[in-house]
């Protein structure tokens, strides 16, 4: 058995103000699982992206969160869950005006093959892209693989307006 206080678990850096990853301190083999707190024009993720062999489910605790997906903008109310297939492409935002807290579910562990596509100003289109952190672990930048230009920057916590 293992119990975690979720507020003593390490900020990790992305585009959320909050988001820690619960999978290792809980001790869990097969599962991917990771708290998010969303202020308004926050992602669940770097890039509209997909999983190889992963599916994800997002419980959303309080708050609206809406995902990009190839359907169309799916919007998740409080106590709502959403579940995206292998493969599927999304990205969750919270287009609200108050804190989104959901719990992200991952399974398997394994991602697989992922493909994370960006908008590249450069090549004036979504591209695949590559995340890189900077030597102190502070900041983490996303590149088009197309023509190396950066896409995003994200900080530890809260970043002024919409995340890139």
């Excluded at 083999?29 to 994800?56: C, K, M, R, T």
């Excluded at 109310?77 to 804190?99: A, L």
């Excluded at 995340?131 to 002024?160: H, I, P």
Aim: include cysteine.
């Amino acid at each position: 058995m293992e119990k975690v206080r979720i507020d003593e678990v390490d900020n990790s850096v992305q585009p959320a103000a909050v988001m820690r990853h619960l999978t290792e301190p809980l001790g869990v083999a097969d599962l991917a699982i990771n708290y998010y707190e969303l202020e308004p024009g926050d992602s669940f993720a770097f890039a509209y992206h997909n999983h190889e062999v992963q599916e994800e489910l997002f419980y959303v605790q309080s708050g609206t969160a809406t995902f990009e997906t190839e359907a169309g903008p799916v919007t998740v109310d409080e106590g709502e869950i959403i579940r995206f297939d292998r493969e599927e492409f999304q990205r969750g935002w919270n287009r609200g005006d108050e804190r989104v807290r959901a719990l992200a579910l991952g399974a398997p562990l394994e991602y697989g093959e992922q493909h994370k596509l960006r908008y590249c100003p450069e090549c004036e289109t979504d591209t695949e892209g590559r995340l890189e952190r900077t030597d102190d672990e502070s900041t983490v930048v996303a590149y088009c693989k197309r023509c190396n230009a950066e896409t995003g920057r994200w900080f530890r916590g809260s970043m002024e307006g919409e995340v890139p």
